[in-house]
């Protein structure tokens, strides 16, 4: 079957940096998504990967090995806003969009 | 900026009744999702569309029908609500021309409670 993992929660110091892992196993492979949900609002796009390697932007940063599945987004000069859940999803073979069950960030003064 | 409305933030429904939830979006997107979300699990696709009057089954399209008469509204209909579709529902859409980098804008969602 297909499957996406990710820690269920994680906590963090503001200013820090963090590292949100996520690891697949799906039918094909067309790219790899994270989205910035806060609470009781809309998820949002962050960042596409879809060759290996780093892409950053800003604060966030997400890295991708297509060989191992893997994936982590890398947030630095953690700010309390950064406070959400941040989820991981794939494209898999026929187009369509995989997704993990999201990783709940908690920043701490 | 993308838009995506739904109509109700929180619903509250009898266990039995027909449910609609609508979405309308502002930017010409051809895509329209329906997920559900619920606690520990992913987003979970219902149904989706790739044109008007177009609808595909996702993964759990069981107890929900869609409707896409204009290009710019998708309708969740919950034919008769039962209460293990207690669920935050969210709608999607994307623009048609990358099918891979698709990028989906979501509504703020729908918490819907079947009592």
């Known amino acids: 079957g297909q499957n996406i993992d990710q820690p269920t929660e994680m906590t963090a110091t503001e200013g820090a940096i963090v590292q949100i892992n996520c690891t697949y196993q799906?039918?094909?492979?067309?790219?790899l998504f994270w989205y910035q949900q806060h609470a009781g609002e809309a998820p949002t796009f962050l960042s596409y990967?879809?060759l290996d390697g780093l892409e950053e932007k800003g604060r966030f940063s997400s890295f991708l090995s297509r060989s191992k599945g893997y994936s982590y987004l890398l947030l630095k000069e953690l700010q309390m806003k950064d406070s959400a859940s941040y989820l991981c999803?794939?494209?898999?073979?026929?187009?369509?969009?995989?997704w993990g069950a999201g990783t709940k960030l908690i920043i701490k003064p | 900026d993308v838009k995506v409305t739904q109509s109700s933030r929180y619903l509250v429904k009898r266990t039995g009744e027909k449910v609609f939830l609508e979405c309308v979006q502002d930017?010409?997107?051809?895509?329209m999702f329906w997920y559900r979300q619920d606690p520990g699990l992913g987003l979970r696709l219902i149904y989706f569309?790739?044109?008007?009057?177009?609808?595909e089954k996702g993964d759990i399209p069981e107890g929900y029908s869609v409707s896409r008469e204009k290009k710019e509204r998708f309708s969740l209909i919950l034919e008769s609500a039962s209460t293990n579709q207690t669920s935050m529902y969210l709608c999607?859409?994307?623009?048609?021309?990358?099918?891979?980098?698709?990028?989906?804008?979501f509504g703020a969602g729908t918490r819907l409670s079947v009592l």
């Open positions: 569309s790739y044109d008007v009057k177009m609808k």
């Open positions: 930017m010409d997107h051809e895509n």
């Open positions: 990967n879809v």
């Open positions: 999803a794939v494209t898999d073979s026929n187009y369509q969009l995989i």
């Open positions: 799906t039918s094909g492979f067309n790219g």
């Open positions: 999607a859409s994307s623009i048609a021309s990358d099918l891979a980098k698709n990028i989906q804008y």
